[in-house]
């Protein structure tokens, strides 16, 4: 396994659950708006791209977030979508994050029930931890994702609400 800073697992937490609490909330139909959080010096930017398409405003994110890398020492890129498991479509939220010291992004994948009528978000399982294209078993992940948790329970919103979802 590549080394993976703790600051960037952390970043990646506070991304997830950020991503969470707005997946959390959005009324029936509404499309969830890829965001990046970009870290500079200590300072953590948050950037949204609307586009005319949902791909489109993915590839802007990929885009800014593979620029980011020359003038960032963090970024998180999170955007909605839909995991194949066993032929059937579950929502996911992916977030691809990166930091200084590493080859490369890496993904978390958090699978999810949306809220529908009667029915509340819901997380399901546990962050799925995905290095170049292959997904890491719960014991090789679980250091990341401790981090990951910790960036989690940090987010002002989401962090309280996290254990209620799952």
């Given at each position: 396994m590549i080394p993976i800073p703790h600051s960037a697992a952390f970043l990646a937490g506070i991304t997830l659950a950020?991503?969470?609490?707005?997946?959390?909330?959005?009324?029936?139909?509404?499309?969830?708006?890829?965001?990046?959080?970009?870290?500079v010096d200590g300072q953590r930017h948050l950037q949204h791209f609307e586009a005319e398409?949902?791909?489109?405003?993915?590839?802007?994110?990929?885009?800014?977030?593979?620029?980011?890398?020359?003038?960032?020492?963090?970024?998180?890129?999170v955007r909605d979508g839909l995991f194949n498991?066993?032929?059937?479509?579950?929502?996911?939220?992916?977030?691809?994050?990166w930091a200084k010291g590493m080859d490369g992004p890496v993904t978390l994948i958090q699978q999810y029930k949306p809220p529908s009528g009667s029915t509340k978000f819901r997380l399901l399982g546990e962050p799925m931890l995905v290095i170049h294209g292959k997904a890491q078993t719960p014991e090789a992940a679980k250091p990341v994702l401790d981090q990951v948790h910790i960036g989690i329970q940090s987010h002002p919103d989401a962090g309280p609400r996290w254990a209620t979802w799952q």
């Open positions: 950020h991503a969470a609490w707005v997946a959390s909330e959005l009324p029936t139909g509404e499309g969830f708006v890829p965001f990046a959080i970009i870290e398409s949902q791909e489109k405003a993915i590839l802007a994110g990929k885009a800014a977030t593979r620029d980011a890398m020359a003038t960032s020492d963090a970024w998180a890129f498991i066993d032929g059937r479509k579950i929502d996911a939220l992916s977030v691809d994050f």
